[in-house]
Nanobody, 121 residues
Framework: QVQLEESGGGTVQPGGSLRLSCAAS????????MGWFRQAPGKGRELVAI??????NYADSVKGRFTVSRDNAKNTVYLQMNSVKPEDTAVYYC????????????????WGQGTQVTVSS
């Protein structure tokens, strides 16, 4: 079965940087898009950044600070977080819209388990 495995979360000081990574394990036929969502305490899950082919989309709150990239050969998506702010504190979830290498399977949404990012001095 396909899983999204996240790493890189942790605690960072305001203004600092953090790099999240997420690899899709298992056999995958095709990946249309990969990206990141986040959920702060008491808030709903929101889109942070997503990459589809060569196109990227970012939440207004992270534009100019975060960069999403993808290594297609490794089925991995990254989120480079620069100039982080306390309001970036949240659980970050990797997302992918992909087609598993399972007979009869089409494209489906996949989610990582979430990784905590805490921005604090």
């Amino acid at each position: 079965q396909v899983q999204l495995e996240e790493s890189g979360g942790g605690t960072v000081q305001p203004g600092g940087s953090l790099r999240l990574s997420c690899a899709a394990s298992g056999r995958v036929v095709s990946i249309t898009s990969m990206g990141w969502f986040r959920q702060a305490p008491g808030k709903g899950r929101e889109l942070v950044a997503i990459i589809t082919g060569g196109n990227t989309n970012y939440a207004d709150s992270v534009k100019g600070r975060f960069t999403v990239s993808r290594d297609n050969a490794k089925n991995t998506v990254y989120l480079q977080m620069n100039s982080v702010k306390p309001e970036d504190t949240a659980v970050y979830y990797c997302y992918a819209y992909l087609r598993p290498a399972i007979s009869g399977s089409g494209f489906s949404n996949f989610w990582g388990q979430g990784t905590q990012v805490t921005v604090s001095s």
